[in-house]
């Protein structure tokens, strides 16, 4: 079989554990640096450049979005009922959102003698959309409504005998979600400026949506796949920093595009691994797969650790910001197993009367 027949769409699929992981990664090595200073002490021009690469991860998010957006295709191709197919999508993450940011919560509460209606509202999630304030958790109040909308989004998309193309849906979709970051722009600019890092980001899930139906289906990767994806990382990297396009109110929307480049530039740098004899490349191959199988639990309790090492005043240095990587995994590991064995036991319990017993699934997509 030829390079190019195996160069298919179906490629993130395939490695999406593997991109998972390193997208993860990418976003924790940029809160250290944007949060925490690692690197600001490096005055070495050439270890400078890795540690200016490491601040572009935020598209990371993105890649994160595109894929969900892919993934739950594949979700509602098993034909679930509509409970089981919500039930699967959310209870492992909240799980993992309530053990990780309840604690924090908690401690923050008592910290601060906080008012018992602020931890309402943390702990329902809803803060974020109803003051615009930003803990950590806006990527699950993003995340649950989209998964929640997902089967109207799939029915617009692909609904059977639909005369026009499907990416004229996808268009009128994205072209939606940009006219509600329009709207909300020009309604209120405080609140938008707090919730912007969501509603941005609208636009990226619909368009792995769309590509859910030529990812399942194994579909033949064309020179324009690949050439918009390399095109899609160069842009981003590029006008990212031009400020004559950050005084744009549309200029982030460089970031949707970006989700669909870097996925699949992802894809092909650990196919490439995979059919490589180097043991090394390999190996990173796996460490990557590994730290995919949770990548939510990793985003969420680094966060969270980085929220509490501030709080509690806990010095932060180029070494120690290392060390709370390596916890933040370890600990993410073993919550994700935590959170893996709580949701297998709901649904068990929720699906007990049903014929097809309920299977683990990840918890992002």
Not at 179 to 191: E, M
Not at 218 to 238: E, P
Not at 327 to 345: C, E, F, P, Q, R
Request: aromatic fraction near 16%; charge should be positive; hydrophobic fraction near 50%.
């Amino acid at each position: 079989m030829r390079l190019n027949d195996r160069l298919n769409f179906f490629l993130v699929s395939r490695y999406r554990s593997e991109i998972y992981g390193i997208a993860a990664l990418w976003i924790v090595f940029l809160h250290e640096i944007s949060f925490q200073g690692l690197g600001d002490n490096i005055s070495n021009r050439f270890l400078r450049l890795p540690i200016q690469l490491l601040r572009e991860g935020d598209v990371g998010v993105d890649v994160f979005l595109f894929l969900s957006g892919v993934s739950l295709y594949f979700a509602l191709a098993k034909k679930p009922t509509m409970g089981r197919y919500i039930l699967r999508r959310l209870d492992r993450v909240l799980i993992a959102v309530f053990i990780i940011y309840g604690t924090r919560w908690i401690i923050q509460a008592v910290y601060y003698r906080q008012d018992w209606h602020l931890l309402a509202m943390e702990f329902s999630l809803t803060q974020f959309w109803l003051i615009g304030r930003n803990d950590g958790t806006w990527y699950i109040s993003l995340l649950i409504p989209l998964y929640i909308l997902y089967p109207s989004i799939h029915g617009i998309l692909f609904a059977k005998n639909r005369r026009l193309w499907i990416g004229s849906w996808a268009v009128v979709l994205i072209g939606f979600s940009i006219l509600l970051y329009s709207l909300v722009h020009y309604a209120n600019l405080d609140y938008f400026n707090d919730v912007e890092n969501a509603l941005r980001r609208i636009p990226t899930f619909l368009l792995g949506c769309a590509f859910g139906k030529a990812v399942y289906e194994k579909r033949k990767g064309s020179a324009l796949l690949w050439g918009a994806a390399v095109v899609s990382c160069i842009g981003y990297l590029v006008f990212k920093h031009y400020s004559t396009l950050q005084g744009n109110t549309y200029w982030r929307l460089i970031y949707v595009p970006a989700g669909l480049g870097f996925s699949y530039m992802f894809a092909l740098i650990f196919y490439l691994f995979d059919i490589s004899n180097c043991k090394l490349l390999r190996g990173l191959s796996m460490f990557f797969n590994f730290l995919g199988e949770f990548s939510l639990e990793l985003y969420l309790i680094h966060l969270a650790l980085i929220t509490i090492t501030n709080l509690f005043g806990i010095p932060s240095t180029n070494s120690a910001a290392l060390i709370w990587i390596v916890i933040s995994i370890v600990g993410a590991w073993g919550i994700s197993k935590v959170a893996a064995h709580l949701s297998n036991k709901i649904e068990q319990v929720a699906f007990a009367n049903e014929t097809d017993s309920p299977s683990y699934t990840s918890c992002i997509g």
